[in-house]
């Protein structure tokens, strides 16, 4: 079925990197997003990779995808405040229905 | 070009009244999606539409119901309103089905 874990909270300063990690239990996941959340927003959609792949890179942004662990994530080059919300992953599994499952977030602060 | 619209942006609605949320879709975009965010937890998928079919259901009573129109906006429906309703609900709307992009949601309160 599919189930999406994510850690909950990390707190980076501004101009390092931080590192999001997420795992997922559906093998057949087709693709997986990370969405970005900012305080009474909608989500943002951030990136996205497709299950054939292990790594793509968007500007500041890095997705590492290790389909053995089933494990995906997200790298934030030279975080910046603004980068400060919830960042979900989500994948989309077998079912052709297009509907993601996300997992619960992970807060990132990000101290000035 | 306007993205995913939604309204009202905020709600407030007694225990066992009903509510329909609007959904307007980004130009050109076919497929609607309805999700459900709990406070602190992720969304939980509630509907997918595409060319006026529904194309899935998630695990929600059939008090929730929802329907697109010709020009592919949509309404979800939630009758006999209860307090764990109280959410943040979602729309997506999809042109490449892998490719999902959010309203800024309808924020829902059931007292």
């Known amino acids: 079925g599919e189930d999406v874990e994510q850690s909950l909270f990390l707190s980076v300063r501004e101009g390092d990197s931080s590192v999001i990690n997420c795992t997922y239990t559906?093998?057949?996941?087709?693709?997986l997003y990370w969405y970005k959340q900012e305080p009474g927003a909608g989500l943002q959609l951030l990136t996205y990779?497709?299950?054939?792949?292990d790594m793509k890179q968007d500007q500041r942004l890095t997705v590492l995808l290790n389909k053995k662990d089933k494990h995906l994530s997200l790298r934030i080059a030279d975080t910046q405040t603004g980068d400060s919300a919830i960042y979900f992953c989500?994948?989309?599994?077998?079912?052709?229905?297009?509907?993601?499952?996300f997992g619960k977030g992970n807060q990132v602060v990000v101290i000035p | 070009d306007a993205g995913v619209t939604q309204s009202p942006t905020h709600l407030i609605k007694t225990r066992g009244q009903h509510v329909t949320l609007r959904c307007s879709p980004i130009?050109?975009?076919?497929?609607v999606s309805w999700y459900q965010q709990v406070l602190g937890q992720g969304p939980q998928f509630i509907f997918q539409?595409?060319?006026?079919?529904?194309?899935g259901r998630g695990n929600f009573p059939d008090r929730f119901s929802a329907r697109q129109f010709p020009n592919y906006s949509s309404e979800l429906n939630v009758n006999a309103l209860l307090l764990g309703d109280s959410a943040l609900y979602l729309c997506?709307?999809?042109?490449?089905?892998?490719?999902?992009?959010f309203g800024p949601g309808t924020r829902l309160t059931v007292t």
């Open positions: 989500a994948e989309i599994g077998r079912y052709g229905n297009n509907r993601l499952a």
């Open positions: 559906d093998s057949s996941s087709t693709y």
């Open positions: 130009s050109g975009h076919k497929s």
């Open positions: 539409y595409y060319e006026k079919e529904e194309r």
């Open positions: 990779i497709f299950s054939n792949m």
């Open positions: 997506a709307s999809s042109l490449k089905a892998y490719e999902q992009y």
